[in-house]
């Protein structure tokens, strides 16, 4: 028996060697390994692939941020999940009431959903940026108070640049700092795609000054529109339309795409098609942005995986979908967004089967650090290494961003760190793939210059 409790323990102690790779090929590493790995990973520039960061602001005695700032993205997912409804989350978001009311009210949601990782990052950005280890009765206010004291206008500089060690940030629409060389923009087309009434598409078209009557009168406004977005200097496209529809986008002839489109315009005011009947026009007109991003030769960002929130449908943003996609326009960079999850074992086959496919793990850090680690020993032992790329922090807040910047390092020096303990790896090659992962391949991928 003691023989055999031995023999557990010594195999429970190599558990993570079973689990990732047992295959050696370079020689096992100098002692210190370990230390020069993650000085590495902790100490290169990120380049941050996604983020929808707010504007800038300051604070002011009617306008300041408190707790609940940081609660409002992804945490409200947990804290919702956990039992909280919408609108009584939605009113913390208000003055409606004082920082310790609101503090009581999601306190009992918080207490049951603080182990999920959305809300582990929360925690680990309290306690690096505030020094506050817990967030609980006695700190809210201290929390709330060091926020607002926070936004003094040099806020989003100290956070992402001297913090963070972010080099470039890539955001999901807009220009508020386009000033900024650390900024650059994708941008979205899928007001274009999303259309189930013709009074959409009126509206769509009284927002670009084009009264539209035909389909090549449609296409020409979306022409002009991709265009404008060139001619602000936009770095790739972003769809993320799997949180409305499937991806799966057929390819349409022009034919059937008019006369859906068609129909759409002899249709009553207020009438509303069903998606089935209007999916023909919506895969054709996708097919036109995806060949604009080939004519102008930049990447196209897809979301993939989950979807924030709640009632939505998994196999929609199922990146097998895709793959006629990805056969069609082999001229089209495609990145597949947030790790895929739960669907990483797809991107493995699809990053390794198409030249033209790249994995970006945007947000996955944060969903599920395991999941993270987990896909990131499989793309590594499946997927070239100019294919991925390992952070985007994908909040809307710098707080939150720069948490998830922590968790994605980790991520990516535990993982190396492994790969080199069992000889799949050498230090050197796993300096080189941090490199790759963290910075350049998102560089060379968007031109950033």
Same mark, same amino acid.
């Given at each position: 028996?003691?023989a055999l409790?031995?023999?557990?323990?010594?195999?429970?102690?190599l558990?993570?060697?079973f689990?990732?790779?047992?295959?050696?090929?370079?020689?096992?590493?100098? +002692?210190?390994?370990?230390?020069?790995?993650?000085?590495?990973?902790?100490?290169i520039?990120?380049?941050?692939? *996604?983020?929808?960061l707010?504007?800038?602001?300051? %604070?002011?005695?009617?306008?300041?941020?408190?707790?609940?700032?940081?609660?409002?993205l992804? @945490?409200?997912?947990?804290?919702? %999940? @956990?039992?909280?409804?919408?609108?009584?989350?939605?009113?913390?978001?208000? %003055?409606?009431?004082?920082?310790?009311?609101?503090?009581?009210?999601?306190?009992?949601?918080?207490?049951?959903s &603080?182990n999920?990782?959305?809300?582990?990052?929360?925690?680990?950005t309290?306690? &690096?940026?505030?020094?506050?280890?817990?967030?609980?009765?006695?700190? !809210?206010?201290?929390l709330?108070?060091?926020?607002?004291?926070? /936004?003094? #206008?040099?806020?989003?500089d /100290?956070?992402?640049k001297?913090?963070?060690?972010?080099? /470039?940030?890539? $955001?999901?629409?807009?220009?508020?700092?386009?000033?900024?060389?650390?900024?650059?923009?994708?941008?979205?087309?899928?007001?274009?795609?999303?259309? *189930?009434?013709?009074?959409?598409?009126?509206?769509l078209?009284?927002?670009?000054?084009?009264?539209?009557?035909?389909?090549?009168?449609?296409?020409?406004?979306?022409?002009?529109?991709? $265009?404008?977005?060139?001619?602000?200097?936009?770095?790739?496209?972003?769809?993320?339309?799997?949180?409305?529809?499937?991806?799966?986008?057929?390819?349409?002839?022009?034919? !059937?795409?008019?006369?859906v489109?068609? &129909?759409?315009?002899?249709?009553?005011?207020?009438?509303?098609?069903?998606?089935?009947?209007?999916?023909?026009? $919506?895969?054709?007109?996708m *097919? $036109?942005?995806?060949?604009?991003?080939?004519?102008?030769?930049?990447?196209?960002?897809?979301?993939t995986?989950?979807?924030?929130?709640?009632?939505?449908?998994?196999?929609? +943003?199922?990146?097998?979908?895709?793959?006629?996609?990805?056969?069609?326009?082999?001229n089209?960079?495609?990145?597949?967004?947030?790790?895929?999850?739960?669907? #990483?074992?797809?991107?493995?086959?699809?990053?390794?089967?198409?030249?033209?496919?790249?994995?970006?793990?945007?947000w996955?850090?944060?969903?599920?650090?395991?999941?993270?680690?987990?896909?990131?020993?499989?793309?590594?032992?499946?997927?070239?290494?100019?294919?991925?790329?390992?952070?985007?922090?994908?909040?809307?807040?710098?707080?939150?961003?720069?948490?998830? %910047?922590?968790?994605?390092?980790?991520?990516?020096?535990?993982?190396?760190?492994?790969?080199v303990?069992?000889?799949?790896?050498?230090?050197?090659?796993?300096?080189?793939?941090?490199?790759?992962?963290? *910075?350049?391949?998102?560089?060379?991928?968007?031109?950033? &210059?």
């Amino acid at each position: 028996m003691k023989a055999l409790s031995v023999y557990l323990i010594i195999l429970l102690s190599l558990f993570p060697s079973f689990l990732f790779s047992q295959v050696q090929i370079r020689p096992l590493p100098e +002692a210190g390994f370990e230390v020069r790995i993650k000085n590495f990973v902790d100490n290169i520039e990120l380049v941050d692939t *996604h983020e929808h960061l707010m504007q800038e602001f300051v %604070s002011t005695q009617k306008s300041a941020p408190d707790f609940m700032f940081l609660l409002a993205l992804y @945490a409200d997912d947990d804290i919702k %999940s @956990a039992g909280m409804g919408k609108p009584e989350f939605a009113e913390l978001l208000t %003055s409606k009431y004082t920082v310790m009311e609101k503090w009581n009210l999601v306190k009992p949601f918080w207490e049951m959903s &603080k182990n999920t990782a959305y809300n582990r990052t929360v925690l680990l950005t309290i306690d &690096k940026l505030f020094g506050i280890r817990d967030l609980n009765d006695d700190t !809210v206010l201290l929390l709330s108070e060091k926020l607002k004291n926070s /936004y003094n #206008g040099k806020w989003y500089d /100290y956070i992402l640049k001297e913090r963070a060690k972010i080099k /470039y940030v890539i $955001q999901d629409v807009g220009t508020e700092r386009s000033n900024d060389p650390m900024f650059r923009y994708v941008e979205k087309f899928d007001d274009f795609i999303r259309i *189930h009434s013709k009074n959409e598409v009126l509206t769509l078209g009284s927002r670009h000054d084009t009264q539209i009557s035909t389909l090549d009168s449609y296409v020409e406004v979306l022409n002009r529109s991709f $265009q404008d977005a060139i001619g602000r200097g936009i770095i790739g496209v972003k769809s993320a339309l799997a949180y409305h529809r499937i991806l799966k986008y057929d390819n349409v002839s022009k034919a !059937v795409a008019d006369s859906v489109f068609a &129909k759409l315009m002899k249709s009553k005011n207020g009438k509303v098609f069903a998606f089935e009947e209007v999916k023909p026009f $919506q895969d054709y007109i996708m *097919h $036109q942005i995806i060949q604009l991003a080939g004519k102008y030769d930049i990447p196209f960002q897809f979301h993939t995986g989950l979807q924030s929130g709640d009632g939505n449908i998994i196999d929609n +943003a199922n990146p097998s979908h895709m793959a006629n996609l990805f056969l069609e326009y082999r001229n089209v960079k495609f990145v597949l967004f947030h790790g895929g999850f739960p669907f #990483g074992g797809i991107l493995s086959t699809q990053a390794k089967s198409f030249r033209n496919v790249y994995i970006d793990m945007c947000w996955s850090a944060v969903i599920s650090p395991s999941y993270s680690e987990r896909y990131l020993h499989e793309w590594i032992e499946t997927v070239p290494a100019n294919k991925i790329m390992a952070f985007g922090g994908d909040y809307d807040n710098v707080e939150n961003a720069y948490g998830h %910047s922590l968790i994605a390092r980790s991520v990516v020096s535990n993982v190396l760190t492994e790969k080199v303990r069992t000889g799949y790896l050498s230090e050197n090659e796993a300096i080189d793939i941090a490199r790759r992962i963290l *910075h350049d391949n998102a560089i060379n991928l968007f031109k950033i &210059k």
